[in-house]
């Protein structure tokens, strides 16, 4: 799966769709396989779980970031100065955060034309089947064009990231298989994988032969677990 991303990967999803801990997740093992990645946090929607949160991890990884210059603040505003643009244009691997819904895909547009003379993107739309307003594959499609047409960028591939936290069982991931693939073939694109709990990875992949199973660690963590 990491083999085949393009230089830029722009994360998307709804609210509460797991979006952020796959960035990260995505970021660290991008940069195990020997790309020399950043991250970058556009995610000014939801101040509770953002990319920038991780700043310390990101370091010791050898991993770049860019944030609002407001990230970890009490002001939300779509602030980011000139890096963004320079490294769009610079040979590094980016993996972008995006908030949630149409709302964060609109900081987004502000660099789509960039993106696209960089060569494009590859744009994940992250999916939860147990979250609220994306339960059904009618309801995750609709809320996947909202974000293209803020984004002025094309979802390509579908994550299935189908969990519910620290509750999670393989049976839980397995029966979410058919809701992510019903809203990939909604708009034709694939599922790129399905994410499980590392622990949890090899009975899933036992359960969904045939698909690609990306196992994940758990760095989100709900705000009284920190």
Not at 154 to 169: C, G, K, Q, R, Y
Not at 170 to 190: K, L, Q, W
Not at 201 to 209: D, R, S, T, Y
Request: a negative charge.
């Amino acid at each position: 799966m990491l083999t085949n991303l393009k230089r830029i990967v722009v994360v998307v999803g709804h609210y509460g769709s797991g979006k952020t801990n796959f960035s990260v997740n995505l970021a660290v093992d991008l940069k195990a396989a020997g790309r020399d990645v950043i991250l970058v946090d556009l995610d000014i929607v939801n101040p509770y779980f953002r990319s920038a949160d991780f700043g310390s991890l990101l370091e010791e990884k050898g991993i770049g970031l860019i944030a609002p210059v407001y990230a970890r603040s009490n002001l939300d505003v779509p602030a980011l100065d000139g890096r963004l643009d320079a490294v769009i244009e610079s040979d590094k691997t980016l993996v972008i955060d995006v908030g949630g819904d149409d709302a964060g895909a609109a900081a987004l547009g502000r660099y789509s034309a960039m993106i696209r003379e960089a060569g494009g993107c590859d744009m994940l739309y992250v999916v939860n089947a147990y979250r609220y307003l994306t339960r059904t594959s009618e309801e995750a499609a609709e809320i996947l064009g909202e974000i293209e047409r803020k984004a002025r960028l094309e979802v390509t591939a579908v994550v299935n990231n189908s969990n519910l936290a620290d509750i999670t069982t393989a049976g839980d991931i397995v029966s979410s298989a058919e809701y992510a693939e019903e809203t990939a073939r909604r708009y034709g694109i694939p599922v790129l994988c399905t994410t499980a709990w590392k622990k949890l990875a090899a009975e899933v992949g036992e359960k969904l032969p045939g698909r690609e199973i990306y196992p994940v660690d758990i760095y989100v963590k709900k705000p009284w677990e920190v």
